[in-house]
């Protein structure tokens, strides 16, 4: 099992393989086996004789790391969407649309991997640069100060307005 920072590296990597030669990415999704080159610098037998398994282990994951971030970026352009048309995050509780609620649950659990450092850094610039929204969900994840000064300010707001602390209820 891989690191959080080791799954990064490898997705940055498949990534710029991706982009830069076009069809090593059409190779993999296509389901036909992509080209890769290896080279060992080991002289032991007993990895040469293992070289064929390991290149068919480095392109299944390959494949499955663009596979899945493919559909990552698709999810993310759907909730840009909707949040540019609506002006709001969706609803993982929403009763009358299934389809805001699918996004809405999507996005809960890409909160709790960016609070929890699991995301990708090409995930994260993807929210920093999109919508305001988007970009202060983000930054409300990754940065808990800001989070806090948030409150004292809605804490603040409250007390000049109504003259006095918030009661429990």
């Known amino acids: 099992r891989h690191s959080p920072e080791e799954g990064q590296e490898l997705q940055c990597f498949v990534s710029a393989l991706a982009r830069a030669d076009y069809r090593f990415e059409q190779s993999l999704k296509g389901n036909c086996k992509g080209r890769l080159c290896f080279i060992d610098l080991k002289v032991d037998e007993a990895v040469n ?3 064929l398994a390991i290149i068919r ?3 299944e994951v390959l494949a499955c790391t663009l596979h899945s971030q493919g559909k990552w970026e698709a999810r993310f352009r759907d909730l840009s969407d909707f949040v540019l048309q ?3 995050l ?3 509780k929403n ?3 299934s389809a805001e609620r699918r996004l809405g649950t999507w996005v809960k659990n890409q909160a709790g991997h960016l609070k929890n450092g699991r995301s990708a850094s090409y995930q994260i610039q993807a929210f920093q640069t999109s919508h305001p ?3 202060l969900f983000c930054k409300r994840l990754l940065d808990p100060d800001h989070r806090f000064m948030e409150k004292c300010d809605d804490l603040k707001r409250w007390v000049i307005a109504l003259g006095r602390m918030p009661r429990r209820s």
């Open 49 to 51: 004789l293992r070289k």
């Open 57 to 59: 282990s480095v392109s």
């Open 86 to 88: 609506q002006q709001r």
């Open 90 to 92: 969706p609803n993982s």
């Open 95 to 97: 009763k009358t649309s």
């Open 133 to 135: 929204l988007l970009q």
